[in-house]
């Protein structure tokens, strides 16, 4: 099965534990370093930014219940022993809670294109942290883990799904730098020149449909080819090295733009969008598979990996994998938060 998004088989299982809002995060403790990534405390890119801190357990997302809007700092923390994420959405008037689950569950990609993503932390490891700054507009949020466990049923149904409010108006700053970026769309990743780690980096969706990037670190070892084979056929190839993971930014709808607090270590990484496709494919397959070298002097390359159907156009192609997607489980459906 893949990473993000996907369960290769539907699993009977309950929304269970989805009934809490958010409640106020625990401090993470002192754990090691994410393997991929040094240290997350970075500057700001403006002065006003609020951190918020994010705990990610099996299977338990903690964030606090009411949040300023503006710009914001999200801190994410891998408490447990599985790779989690924090996926965003904002409800639009007149989306629920229930809908949206309801619709995850039915089909997540009518899901991606109907409700507004938001970026969040990705791909974070045990023990690691991965920072995002985002510019948060009011509204109803959901956060949730949508990464499968090894039975291929998505962490938010087993609890990792939960609920916070963002109040007020946005402030006039933004927390998204400019400068050298990493752009998404169909189905490439752009990296501008001079992008290095140990800064803030602007990720940016300049597609027309919603795309993440994951970062996952070519262990000591193993090799670039390995990693991406493992990608891109998990089932077929379960000895092959996988990588760790090293961060990245959660799935964003189109014109979405986030900081992106890049701390990666100098070495070999690939990068990934695993997001699916009407067709039971994913992005992953359509093209979005780059390898990524950071410098010893931290300079950032990031080259195309040709997955053999890079220049589809979207939903309109065969499926180029192997890794068709299900729906999400379908369970007794989630308790009501009140
Ligand atoms: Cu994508």
Redesign the pocket.
């Known amino acids: 099965m893949n990473r993000h998004w996907l369960t290769a088989a539907v699993v009977v299982a309950g929304w269970v534990g989805a009934s809490a809002t958010g409640t106020a995060a625990t401090t993470p403790p002192g754990g090691s370093a994410n393997p991929g990534t040094v240290v997350t405390d970075l500057p700001a890119s403006a002065a006003t930014v609020n951190v918020v801190p994010v705990s990610l357990a099996d299977y338990r997302i903690e964030v606090p219940a009411e949040i300023p809007a503006g710009p914001t700092r999200f801190v994410a923390t891998n408490v447990g022993r599985e790779e989690h994420h924090m996926t965003l959405v904002r409800l639009a008037e007149g989306q629920t809670f229930a809908a949206l689950i309801a619709d995850l569950v039915a089909d997540p990609v009518v899901a991606l294109g109907k409700y507004e993503l938001v970026p969040g932390p990705q791909s974070v490891g045990p023990g690691g942290t991965q920072a995002i700054d985002v510019d948060l507009q009011p509204g109803a949020y959901v956060a949730l883990c949508v990464i499968p466990d090894a039975a291929g049923v998505p962490h938010a149904a087993k609890g990792m799904i939960t609920q916070f409010t963002v109040t007020g108006s946005p402030a006039a700053a933004t927390a998204v730098p400019d400068g050298p970026a990493i752009h998404?769309e169909e189905?490439r990743f752009v990296a501008d020149p001079g992008l290095t780690t140990g800064r803030v980096v602007r990720v940016e969706n300049v597609g027309g449909?919603?795309?993440?990037i994951a970062f996952y670190r070519v262990d000591d070892g193993a090799t670039v080819d390995q990693v991406i084979a493992a990608m891109l056929n998990p089932a077929g190839a379960p000895a092959l090295p996988r990588g760790t993971p090293s961060g990245g930014v959660t799935a964003m709808s189109p014109k979405h733009a986030a900081g992106l607090v890049l701390t990666l270590r100098p070495g070999a990484y690939v990068a990934v969008?695993f997001?699916p496709t009407s067709d039971k494919s994913d992005?992953l397959h359509k093209g979005?598979l780059a390898s990524v070298t950071v410098a010893a002097d931290g300079a950032l390359t990031l080259e195309m990996v040709p997955t053999g159907a890079a220049t589809s156009a979207p939903g309109d192609t065969t499926p180029g994998g192997s890794t068709p997607m299900a729906p999400m489980p379908v369970g007794t459906g989630p308790t009501m938060h009140t």
């Open positions: 998404l189905y449909a919603s795309h993440e969008c997001l992005h979005m």
